[in-house]
């Protein structure tokens, strides 16, 4: 599976749009970028993924850029429940195919 | 309400005394797995079971085991704990078959402290 590199930390003002960039240069045609976060020492949840096509639900928006090699997630109204950790994750196909988990995104909200 | 549900949610034991951590589904996911989370390490798979009666290691299986018997419980056993499994410990479940790249979803963590 595909490594990506993730800011360590970011910071956001309460009620702005949080952008968390990731890259996964390495990616191939078959994977899956994934967005999870995690609160505190909670069970990771899940957030969004996709393969090429951007992707929105009520939580957020993935943009990923033409190429694939990197990805954006969209928070559009942050709030201070936002704060958390988000890990992007890349998963390629195949039954097996594990999640692996990097250090993430250190994402404060602000008030 | 669809959860994955772990019990306990905290667990303080000693050195060789057998224990089982429960996992359970209400989702009917095939897939089930077992995670364990340690500062700096970040989250590393254990075991995971793609149906019933069938189990795989994971990246760090030394010192665990699991079963799967129903589809709905995948326990997690330590026949001898060592302070060295203390750690926050992660269940989660997806379909599986043709849904592989369906999300994951986790319990909210059992932490084990071994003494």
């Known amino acids: 599976d595909a490594k990506t590199t993730q800011p360590p930390s970011m910071d956001c003002a309460e009620g702005r749009a949080a952008n968390l960039p990731c890259n996964h240069s390495t990616i191939s045609g078959n994977e899956y970028v994934y967005w999870y976060r995690q609160i505190h020492s909670q069970g990771p949840q899940y957030i969004i993924h996709g393969l090429k096509n951007n992707e929105t639900n009520e939580m957020a928006s993935l943009i990923i850029t033409e190429d694939r090699k990197s990805s954006t997630l969209i928070l559009p109204h942050a709030t201070l429940r936002d704060t958390a950790v988000y890990y992007c994750?890349?998963?390629?196909?195949?039954?097996?195919?594990?999640?692996?988990f990097g250090t993430g995104t250190l994402l404060a909200v602000q008030p | 309400e669809a959860q994955v549900t772990q019990n306990p949610r905290y667990l303080i034991t000693v050195t060789g005394k057998k224990l089982t951590v429960t996992c359970s589904q209400n989702m009917n996911h095939e897939y089930m797995s077992w995670y364990r989370q340690d500062p700096g390490l970040g989250l590393r798979q254990i075991y995971y079971s793609m149906n019933v009666e069938v189990t795989d290691k994971g990246d760090v299986p030394e010192g665990y085991k699991v079963s799967r018997k129903e589809k709905r419980n995948f326990p997690l056993i330590l026949e001898s704990p060592s302070p060295n499994q203390t750690s926050l410990y992660f269940c989660?479940?997806?379909?599986?078959?043709?849904?592989?790249?369906?999300?994951?979803?986790f319990g909210n963590g059992t932490r084990l402290t071994v003494t």
């Open positions: 989660a479940s997806r379909r599986g078959g043709s849904s592989y790249n369906s999300p994951l979803h």
């Open positions: 994750i890349v998963r390629g196909g195949g039954a097996t195919n594990k999640l692996i």
